[in-house]
C-alpha cells in the first residue's frame, strides 16, 4: 500500500484568486450569505487596533530610523489606536453596545485616522523614508476597507 499525498494547487491554497476570494477578506465580503454581525465587526475592529497599537507604539519606535517616521508622531498615533481598541473592545463585550449607531462612530473614526495618517505622512515626507509611506499606506487601505464595511453593515 502506497501513500498518496499529493500538495494542494494554487487554486486550493487561494492563489491565482482576487484578493476577494482569500480568506482574510472573505469574512468581510458583503456578498457572502450573511454578512457578520455588528458584534464580529467590533472584534475585527478591536483586534486590528491592538495591532495598529502594537505596531505603532513599540515596532515602528523600536525602528523608527527605518520607518522615519518621528517617535511622538508614533506615540501619538498608537495612542489613539489604542481608544479605539478600547472603544471596539467594549462594542464587542457590552451588548447594548452592538447598535448600527455604535458602529458608525467607529467607521467614522476609522475614516479619520486615515486622513490624519496620511496629513503626517505629508507633513514628514522629508524625513519618512519609503518603508514608512509603505506601512502607512498599507495600514489606510485595510483601514479604509474596515470602514467601508462597517458603514454599510451599520446600514
Not at 50 to 79: C, D, E, K, N, W
Amino acid at each position: 500500500m502506497g501513500l498518496n499525498c499529493r500538495l494542494p494547487t494554487d487554486v486550493e491554497i487561494g492563489r491565482n484568486q482576487p484578493i476577494g476570494m482569500l480568506p482574510l477578506f472573505r469574512i468581510l465580503e458583503e456578498q457572502s450569505p450573511a454578512m457578520p454581525s455588528i458584534k464580529r465587526f467590533f472584534l475585527i475592529d478591536c483586534l486590528g487596533a491592538v495591532t495598529s497599537t502594537f505596531l505603532l507604539g513599540f515596532v515602528l519606535v523600536r525602528f523608527q530610523s527605518f520607518f522615519g517616521m518621528p517617535t511622538g508622531t508614533l506615540y501619538v498615533l498608537a495612542g489613539i489606536a489604542a481608544c479605539f481598541a478600547v472603544y471596539s473592545g467594549m462594542g464587542y463585550l457590552i451588548t447594548g453596545l452592538q447598535k448600527p449607531a455604535f458602529l458608525r462612530t467607529i467607521a467614522v473614526a476609522n475614516v479619520l485616522y486615515c486622513l490624519l495618517t496620511l496629513s503626517l505622512v505629508y507633513v514628514y515626507r522629508e524625513v519618512i523614508t519609503a518603508w514608512g509611506i509603505a506601512y502607512f499606506v498599507g495600514e489606510v487601505v485595510i483601514v479604509v476597507l474596515l470602514a467601508t464595511r462597517e458603514w454599510k453593515r451599520a446600514g
